[in-house]
């Protein structure tokens, strides 16, 4: 029924990304835009999970370098993924999609469990699904329950979309000649020290050997592009040869 290259993928989007140009908070014009472009993905043919972040409200690290207690600043964060999860899961509903929000920690009043069984019947019945809280564990960050998550419903391939169109060899920011890679080997990424996702993030793609591509959501129409195969921002996929 589709022409994709892609049957399942799990889109991680930072809290950050739900923020637009505010400082803090939820742009509801922003996430109504992202999760328009999920829909339009999903009606293409995909199976979408989504990871969302919560940057954008709390970080633990960023609370413990407040004085916090780090386990309850991790908490809070975890919390605050839930608040995005289920405004994401409005946004889906209001343009007519069916979502479900699942959290790694038990919040059952306000949203489903994580089960990865019911995750992937989810998914297999054209819901979308939105994990929320992270690994459940503190210490972790979302990108981390992001690539778990994506290996435990057998995803073909984990988006991860950033504020940059790609992964660069220097800071694109900083640097005006720096250039973007368009593919990478998990090896490449470890021996040139690029900051593609936090280690354990990383540890666990090159262990599953799951396609990570990172890519700017900002312009409209990039995640069916990336869907309908097209390459888009930069591609980490597989070991260098004799590794
Ligand atoms: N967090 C956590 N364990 C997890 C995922 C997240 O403790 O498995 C906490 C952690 O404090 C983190 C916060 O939740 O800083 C928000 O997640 P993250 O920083 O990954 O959000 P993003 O940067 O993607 O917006």
Redesign the pocket.
């Known amino acids: 029924m589709s022409q994709l290259a892609y049957r399942r993928v799990l889109l ?6 739900l923020m637009g140009d505010e400082d803090y908070g939820i742009d509801p014009k922003v996430i109504e835009r992202l999760a328009r472009e999920v829909i339009e993905a999903q009606h293409a043919g995909a199976e979408i999970a989504l990871v ?12 413990a370098a407040g004085g916090m207690d780090r386990v309850t ?6 919390l ?2 839930v608040i ?1 999860a289920l405004a994401m899961q409005d946004a889906l509903e209001k343009l007519g999609g069916k979502a479900r929000v699942m959290s ?1 920690i038990k919040i059952n009043d306000v949203c489903e469990d994580y089960i990865r069984r019911r995750a992937i019947r989810h998914l297999e019945k054209g819901r979308l699904v939105v994990f929320a ?13 992001a690539a778990l998550r994506a290996i435990e419903i057998g995803a073909d391939l984990l988006l991860k979309a950033t504020k940059v169109d790609g992964v660069y060899d220097r800071d694109p920011k900083k640097h005006g000649d720096a250039s973007r890679f368009d593919r990478l080997t998990y090896d490449q990424v470890i021996a040139r020290d690029l900051q593609v996702m936090d280690t354990a993030a990383f540890a666990l793609c090159r262990d599953a050997d799951l396609p990570l591509r990172i890519f700017d959501m900002a312009q409209p129409g990039t995640l069916l592009r990336i869907l309908r195969g097209e390459d888009v921002g930069t591609l980490v996929k597989g070991r260098d040869a004799g590794r």
């Open positions: 991680k989007l930072s809290g950050e990304a969302v972040g919560g940057g954008n409200i709390f970080r633990g690290a960023g609370l600043g991790d908490h809070m964060g975890m605050a993924t995005n790694a809280a992270g690994t459940g564990n503190p210490f972790f960050t979302t990108d981390s329950g």
